[in-house]
């Protein structure tokens, strides 16, 4: 069958869902996460790149159809940084955060009642967590390398004090509670990692804009309501896999058949952690809007003067690149 062609005044950068709602925004993640984006060639993701700049540019290739130039939206979506354009690392791309992230958490659900053990996977966690956030924060903030290994090693340090601090006290307790350790972990570690790897935001702000992406100038309030909502997108990223999980596998272990196959209970963790991560990861993002608001009223006294001093009312909200 012949495929449509690249209709007038088609904008590649337009939305194919309504980033207003939570559906519009789920279908949004769910095709920029898919796990097969990491598969692609660089080769490839370099030409849907070129693609993209062309059809901004108003350089359509000649014969391209619509659904081609929307698939090379989807690769460039999943491998290029919104802000700066640039090719994101392969292990913090979000499409890369199902296998990377059904390996660690499973065997992280699988190796909790050793110190050593858990020592060692918050330790692997929190390095696959500091290239995560440093690859998807707001790239108009630069952070040095001092301030990267700062974040690392206390986001590190809070994981592991919590991991071990609750493995020895939980020892007397119900076994399923000892099971939830590695969550209440890696919800703390969420709460300095990201932060911590961004603080730069924080400190000096990011860029806000109009509706229409016109500078308006920097607000370290839009960088906080930002980061807050990529900790709880985190967290809530993480919550079901390893909160359902463990009840799962405390039935199931109590059969005779599991008891006999106590080898497989590793591959098996890794698999379902898998299934949750699939729906999770694009569910999690979903959340809030990638392109997030904040009214004019709530920006500090100086910028939210700067702003009605050029365009009096016209401004009522700024917007802004939140991360993921």
């Given at each position: 069958t012949k495929m449509a062609t690249v209709s007038l005044g088609f904008n590649i950068d337009s939305p194919r869902w309504d980033q207003s709602t939570f559906v519009g925004r789920l279908k949004h993640f769910l095709n920029i996460t898919d796990p097969r984006t990491v598969l692609v060639p660089e080769e490839e993701l370099d030409r849907a790149k070129a693609l993209v700049e062309g059809c901004r540019a108003g350089l359509v290739p000649p014969g391209s159809s619509q659904e081609q130039l929307l698939y090379a939206k989807k690769l460039y979506d999943s491998a290029f940084h919104p802000d700066s354009g640039e090719k994101m690392n392969f292990i913090g791309r979000m499409s890369?955060?199902?296998?990377?992230?059904?390996?660690?958490?499973?065997?992280?659900?699988?190796?909790?009642?050793?110190?050593?053990?858990?020592?060692?996977?918050?330790?692997?966690?929190?390095?696959?967590?500091?290239?995560?956030?440093?690859?998807?924060?707001?790239?108009?903030?630069?952070?040095?390398?001092?301030?990267?290994?700062?974040?690392?090693?206390?986001?590190?340090?809070?994981?592991?004090?919590?991991?071990?601090?609750?493995n020895l006290y939980t020892k007397r307790a119900p076994p399923l509670v000892a099971r939830w350790v590695p969550f209440a972990a890696v919800a703390a570690a969420n709460c300095v990692n990201i932060p911590m790897m961004r603080q730069q935001e924080i400190?000096?702000?990011?860029?806000?804009?109009?509706?229409?992406?016109?500078?308006?100038?920097?607000?370290?309030?839009?960088?906080?309501?930002?980061?807050?909502?990529?900790?709880?997108?985190?967290?809530?990223?993480?919550?079901?896999?390893?909160?359902?999980?463990?009840?799962?596998?405390?039935?199931?272990?109590?059969?005779?058949?599991?008891?006999?196959?106590?080898?497989?209970?590793?591959?098996?963790?890794?698999?379902?952690?898998?299934?949750?991560?699939?729906?999770?990861?694009?569910?999690?993002?979903?959340?809030?809007?990638?392109?997030?608001?904040?009214?004019?009223?709530?920006?500090?006294?100086?910028?939210?003067?700067?702003?009605?001093?050029?365009?009096?009312?016209?401004?009522?909200?700024?917007?802004?690149?939140?991360?993921?």
């Open positions: 890369f955060q199902v296998p990377g992230g059904m390996a660690i958490t499973g065997c992280m659900l699988q190796f909790y009642r050793t110190v050593p053990a858990v020592v060692f996977w918050q330790w692997v966690n929190q390095s696959f967590n500091a290239f995560v956030n440093y690859t998807n924060r707001n790239a108009a903030s630069p952070i040095s390398l001092r301030q990267i290994g700062v974040a690392y090693v206390t986001a590190t340090g809070a994981a592991l004090a919590t991991a071990v601090g609750l400190i000096n702000g990011i860029t806000v804009t109009d509706e229409n992406n016109n500078e308006l100038g920097c607000s370290r309030r839009a960088a906080v309501k930002g980061i807050a909502q990529v900790v709880l997108s985190r967290i809530t990223m993480a919550a079901p896999g390893m909160i359902i999980l463990p009840i799962i596998m405390e039935r199931l272990e109590k059969f005779t058949f599991m008891q006999r196959i106590r080898v497989l209970h590793g591959p098996l963790q890794v698999l379902l952690c898998g299934g949750f991560l699939l729906f999770m990861v694009p569910a999690a993002c979903a959340l809030f809007p990638q392109r997030c608001s904040l009214a004019l009223a709530d920006l500090e006294v100086e910028l939210r003067d700067s702003i009605m001093a050029k365009h009096g009312d016209k401004v009522s909200y700024v917007y802004f690149n939140k991360g993921l």
